[in-house]
């Protein structure tokens, strides 16, 4: 069983949205821990999409933002992303994934993730 699960992916026409979860049953997502969002599109790396920080700081790939929002809510250990005006470009699979150290993210840290949620965008 993955440490962190993905929902909310399909299928939508350029221009929809969507609300991708990340939940865990074994680890909080909420304040005090870094959570991010990543992608990986066919024959290409994966990439950073969002991140939302220890103290709620949040930070977006330039391709996403203005278009995507990452959102936090304790009461209920989730983190969405929510997408909207989606473009081709951002079909992929997207992982959440959350730093494993309390309030600590530097660059390259150790995570767990989840397995993946497809998004496909059509023209």
């Known amino acids: 069983e993955a440490d962190l699960e993905e929902s909310g992916g399909g299928s939508v026409q350029a221009g929809g949205s969507l609300r991708l979860s990340c939940a865990s049953r074994?680890?909080?997502?909420?304040?005090?821990?870094?959570v991010n969002w990543f992608r990986q599109a066919p024959g290409k790396e994966r990439e950073a999409v969002a991140r939302?920080?220890?103290?709620?700081?949040?930070t977006y790939a330039d391709s996403v933002k203005g278009r995507f929002t990452i959102v936090r809510e304790n009461h209920v250990n989730i983190v969405y992303l929510e997408m909207h005006s989606l473009q081709v470009e951002d079909t992929g699979m997207y992982y959440c994934?959350?730093?494993?150290?309390?309030?600590?993210?530097?660059?390259?840290?150790?995570?767990?993730w989840g397995q993946g949620t497809q998004v496909t965008v059509s023209s």
């Open positions: 074994f680890f909080s997502l909420g304040t005090n821990y870094c």
């Open positions: 939302i920080g220890a103290d709620g700081d949040v």
């Open positions: 994934a959350r730093v494993k150290s309390f309030r600590y993210c530097p660059s390259g840290a150790d995570m767990y």
